[in-house]
């Protein structure tokens, strides 16, 4: 027998299991004291926000291939706007997606996002709705950096 083997015989059962009734505690970043993250968020629909994001955007370009990476993106910031909504109260799915046509409104309202000014190297940009719900970029659509006045 080699050592492999003896070691893989002296294995015990002593491991406590892992279950799924753990409560998740979220420690927020600005130092508030942590909370339990009991409530219920409604899952998300991906497919409405992308019909959400062709119609209030029609000049942006077209969602044609929905990847897993477009999905856990989409995914990601839809559980944070839920999260966020459901601090003041218990929400819904309908709440979530009147936020989402609420954001695209405002994505509506930006110059550069829509391609119609240059940016500084004199090209003209144009979002799409990955580059629009990469987490970097969706902070700052949210913090209003691409709304000149």
């Known amino acids: 027998m080699n050592p492999k083997q003896q070691n893989c015989q002296n294995v015990t059962n002593n491991h406590k299991p892992i279950t799924n009734n753990q409560h998740i505690f979220i420690s927020p970043p600005d130092g508030e004291p942590e909370q339990k993250a009991d409530k219920k968020l ?31 993106y989409l995914r990601q910031r839809w559980r944070e706007v839920a999260v966020e909504l459901s601090e003041t109260k218990e929400i819904t799915h309908a709440d979530v997606l009147t936020w989402w046509e ?18 500084k190297s004199g090209r003209t940009f144009v979002a799409d709705l990955e580059w629009i719900i990469k987490p970097s970029n969706f902070a700052k659509i949210v913090e209003g950096k691409y709304h000149v006045a």
């Open 42 to 72: 409604p899952g998300c629909d991906h497919k409405s926000v992308v019909e959400l994001y062709h119609q209030l955007l029609p000049t942006m370009r077209r969602v044609e291939v929905w990847n897993d990476t477009r999905a856990g």
């Open 102 to 119: 609420e954001f695209f409104k405002h994505v509506s309202k930006s110059k550069f996002l829509t391609g119609k000014i240059n940016d």
